[in-house]
């Protein structure tokens, strides 16, 4: 299995450019998030996925928007870039039984963007 | 809501010498706890987690945590460090929501530098 893949590795963008960053897995999860890592700041949550068609806000969505057309994929949209987007994202992925908890998480690489 | 503190944002350390990180959390539920490591241009991976039982947890590469519910603490520690082990490392705590599981939430990070 390759785990959770994210493209682009590293990206530059423009001001007011959009781009999409892609994530996709091959564990058959059923959760998907994606975070960006800022320094000092750990790990904010973007946006999650519970399954194909649903997505929901996390702490700091303004900015972003998503979409989750199969349980493997899950892309995150820049509409609009801003010098405060410039971060680490991460997308993750994992297991959730609604009747048990204790789930762990799985990251991908990470995509480091610059908006300049 | 729910919070995690990693009360030192950095931690040197001697090679062979012994280590604790520490992390308390806030919540008003039973929460699970995690620790990842997160090594220089790379992902999240997960060192250990409590979900419930014992208390001590061990993990990987000879980390342990403990559980304090008193002290709303989850501290990791390692009995001997190696150059290898220098890295971030991230607790992060979701409730329990009677079975299910909240989001996670991320402390900032305690880099952790081991010096020969």
Redesign the interface.
Known sequence: NAG?TQTPKFRILKIGQSMTLQCAQDMNHNYM?WYRQDP??????IY?SVGAGITDK?EVPNGYNVSRSTTEDFPLRLELAAPSQTSVY?C?SSY?N?????????????TRLTVT | AQS?TQLD?QVPVFEEAPVELRCNYSSSVSV?L?W?VQYP??????LL?Y??GSTLVKGINGFEAEFNKSQTSFHLRKPSVHISDTAEY?CAV?E??G???G??I????TKLSVKP
Not at chain 2, 106 to 109: C, N, R, S
């Open positions: 959770v998030y000092g700041m750990g790990l904010k949550l999650y996390g991460f993750a959730s609604r009747l048990t908890g204790g789930y762990e998480q799985y990251f991908g690489p990470g | 995690v944002s699970y995690f990842y241009n790379q992902g999240l991976q997960l987690k979900l419930s991230f979701s329990d929501y079975g299910s599981q989001n996670l991320f402390g900032k990070g």
